[in-house]
Structures are given as structure tokens and as C-alpha cells.
């Protein structure tokens, strides 16, 4: 029944290991998020993907990458995870603009 | 610099009774306005929305008022039940000519129902 779907649903890393999280939808939409939450913070958008299109917000950190290989999957790649990254990663679709968007369970990053 | 502010972290309520979540935005930009809940665990899941043109939406038990001058919103649940215990999240949207843009969040204000 899930619609986005994120995995794992927590991640260990090591500091500075490479890590990558995934997320798939079944809603077939355009759009797709990536936020993160911090722990009593507002979730914050790191980048979107309108269709292919790749929207970087201005203050995410260099270290944070995207890839959208095709429209059902996007995966969320930290190259070197620092412990300031350690956060609930959140996936989220919508149809277009002005629409609701539909969030998956997140990744619970934690880095050791 | 918060653009999308919910002063309150958390708010008790009584069951049965009227619960009132506020949000305030500074953005005037900002077009669409659109609350989450969240339980534990879980990622946010949309509740309700309105847009910028309307000053009012109700779905069932679900109100959201919106007042433009005053760059104010606020969600209405009545009456309040156990289940509506939750974080909810108050996010808006500046729509820029057929792009899609993210949701701004407010932290969230965590909503208690007591019995």
C-alpha cells in the first residue's frame, strides 16, 4: 500500500564513509523531495527533482548529492558524512506544483 | 530567519473540545499553505490545504483559516480526539509561474488530547 517508499529506515555510517539513501514511489509524479529533519526542527529541502530537472537550494552543503535515474526512484548520496549530518532524512512526491506532497517514513541517519 | 512560524511547541487539549493550531509566515510570496501530521516514527502525512485566493477550507473535522493581511493561519479540529494526538506541521508553498517548488515547515506544534 505504501506510495513512497524509503530505505533502510535507519542508517549507521561512519564518519566520512560514503552513504546512499533511496527512495522509490508508485504514484508515478514528477516531483520528488529530499529534506532533512533535525530533532525539533522544522524539515528543511535540501533539493527537488521536476522531472529530470535537478533544484538545488542554495545552503545545501556541497556534500550532499541527488540522482533521479528514472521517475519512480531517487536516491540521496552524502559523500562524506560529517556527525552534524545525523538526521531524519525525508522523501517526498507530488504531482506538480501546488499540489500536496506525499512523504515516505524517512531515514534515521546516525553517524559514528 | 524562520519564514513559517509555530510559536506554540506543543498545546493540550480536552477530548471533545475545540483544538486551534496557529501559524504565522513572513514570506509574502508565499501562495499555498498546508498542514501535517506527524506521529512518531512516521514521515508527515498532508491533513489539509488551502490556497492563497480562499480564506477558508473545511474538510470533516478539519478547518484551516487563513488571514492574508495579518500573514496568519490557523487549523481548527472539532471536536478533538485521541487519535489527533500528533505533531503538526504547518508548510507553505510560493508558486513561481509552473515550477514546483518545496514546502517551507514551520518546527510543528505537538498536539495532545487528554482523555
Known amino acids: 500500500d505504501a506510495m513512497v517508499i524509503q530505505n533502510p529506515r535507519y542508517q549507521v555510517t561512519q564518519f566520512g564513509k560514503p552513504v546512499t539513501l533511496s527512495c522509490s514511489q508508485t504514484?508515478?509524479?514528477?516531483?520528488m523531495y529530499w529534506y532533512q529533519q533535525k530533532s525539533s526542527q522544522a524539515p528543511k529541502l535540501l533539493f527537488h527533482?521536476?522531472?529530470?530537472?535537478?533544484?538545488n537550494e542554495a545552503d545545501t552543503p556541497d556534500n550532499f548529492q541527488s540522482r533521479r535515474p528514472n521517475t519512480s526512484f531517487c536516491f540521496l548520496d552524502i559523500r562524506s558524512p560529517g556527525l552534524g549530518d545525523a538526521a531524519m532524512y525525508l522523501c517526498a512526491t507530488s504531482r506538480a506544483a501546488n499540489t500536496e506532497a506525499f512523504f515516505g517514513q524517512g531515514t534515521r541517519l546516525t553517524v559514528v | 530567519d524562520q519564514q513559517v512560524k509555530q510559536n506554540s511547541p506543543s498545546l493540550s487539549v480536552q477530548e471533545g473540545r475545540i483544538s486551534i493550531l496557529n501559524c504565522d509566515y513572513t514570506n509574502s510570496m508565499f501562495d499555498y499553505f498546508l498542514w501535517y501530521k506527524k506521529y512518531p516514527a512516521e514521515g508527515p502525512t498532508f491533513l489539509i490545504s488551502?490556497?492563497?485566493?480562499?480564506d477558508k477550507n473545511e474538510d470533516g473535522r478539519f478547518t484551516v483559516f487563513l488571514n492574508k493581511s495579518a500573514k496568519h493561519l490557523s487549523l481548527h479540529i472539532v471536536p478533538s480526539q485521541p487519535g489527533d494526538s500528533a505533531v503538526y506541521f504547518c508548510?507553505?508553498?510560493?508558486?513561481?509561474?509552473?515550477?514546483?517548488?518545496?514546502?517551507?515547515f514551520g518546527k510543528g506544534t505537538h498536539l495532545i488530547i487528554q482523555p
Open positions: 527533482y521536476y522531472d529530470k530537472d535537478f533544484n
Open positions: 488551502i490556497s492563497s485566493i480562499k
Open positions: 508548510a507553505a508553498s510560493a508558486h513561481m509561474g509552473g515550477g514546483a517548488d518545496g514546502l517551507t
Open positions: 504514484l508515478n509524479h514528477n516531483v
